[in-house]
């Protein structure tokens, strides 16, 4: 299987991420490469920074260029999607020492767009799915191994392998519903900025981020989701509650998820939702 270990630095600016800052704010320092290392980086990374496409609603998005991602997660405090989170991801796993494939996938069904991304990390021969940047997925990695399965509070995820086309995909569900359908095609950063750009501009390709304000992360009480005005929490043998907000209030709730909004954002925000 061919490796992005040849496409690592000049090619993905992988220089361009603050990985020690990285690993700073998840509390960890360089070690050797190590399952344990792995469910750690995976597990802090979605608990530490909320999944977020605010400036894609508001049609105010800098792109996902390596050095605009690592300030704007890292420093501002700005949250992300997938293809920031798993490019911020796989970089600091390479710095790290781990073996690294970056993948991308298509959302729910086989006939959508390649507009997920997702991390393979290689360990003693073992391959992993990490997917810090899905918003409702996986806490840890899970083994890219058909009909592997890994229990959350939230459902229980499995792998599925599939053959299309010739290309190996690999089938992503919680519970009976898919989630993505990752291929291991080779990836290159235009991949990255063309699928970016679909997502956040291509409001005809049925892009969800372009008319709704989608917010969560994993916090001790389990999961937060904001879509638009409405809250829902997820938490382990409890129901799922879901909370009718005011527009004020949604904007204060993506500020508690994490997200560092300043005040022209956020009445920006209050506007669209009113």
């Not at 999607?81 to 069904?109: I, K, M, N, P, S």
């Not at 089938?171 to 291929?183: C, F, G, K, T, V």
């Not at 382990?236 to 560092?260: I, S």
Request: glycine share 8%; with cysteine.
């Amino acid at each position: 299987m061919s490796t992005d270990n040849s496409l690592t630095g000049t090619l993905w600016h992988t220089a361009d991420f603050d990985t020690d800052r990285h690993l700073k704010l998840l509390g960890l320092g360089f070690d050797q490469p190590s399952y344990e290392l792995l469910v750690q980086l995976h597990t802090r990374h979605v608990h530490t920074f909320p999944f977020c496409a605010v400036d894609v609603l508001l049609d105010d998005h800098p792109g996902v260029e390596p050095a605009t991602v690592s300030r704007r997660i890292l420093v501002e405090g700005q949250g992300g999607y997938c293809f920031e989170h798993a490019q911020l991801f796989a970089a600091t796993c390479q710095a790290l020492g781990f073996e690294v494939h970056r993948h991308l996938g298509r959302v729910h069904d086989a006939t959508n767009t390649r507009t997920h991304m997702s991390v393979e990390v290689v360990l003693d021969g073992i391959r992993y799915l990490t997917d810090p940047g899905f918003g409702l997925s996986i806490t840890g990695p899970i083994e890219l191994a058909d009909g592997a399965s890994r229990i959350e509070s939230h459902g229980t995820y499995t792998m599925h392998r599939l053959e299309l086309g010739g290309i190996e995909h690999w089938q992503l569900r919680r519970d009976d519903e898919i989630a993505h359908i990752s291929d291991t095609l080779p990836v290159m950063p235009i991949d990255v900025r063309t699928g970016h750009t679909v997502t956040s501009t291509h409001s005809a390709t049925g892009s969800l981020f372009t008319r709704t304000l989608i917010a969560s992360r994993f916090t001790d009480a389990g999961h937060m989701s904001l879509a638009d005005t409405t809250l829902t929490i997820r938490q382990a043998e409890k129901p799922t509650e879901q909370h009718q907000l005011t527009p004020a209030q949604a904007v204060d709730t993506v500020r508690e998820l994490g997200v560092q909004l300043d005040e022209e954002k956020a009445d920006k925000l209050r506007k669209l939702l009113n």
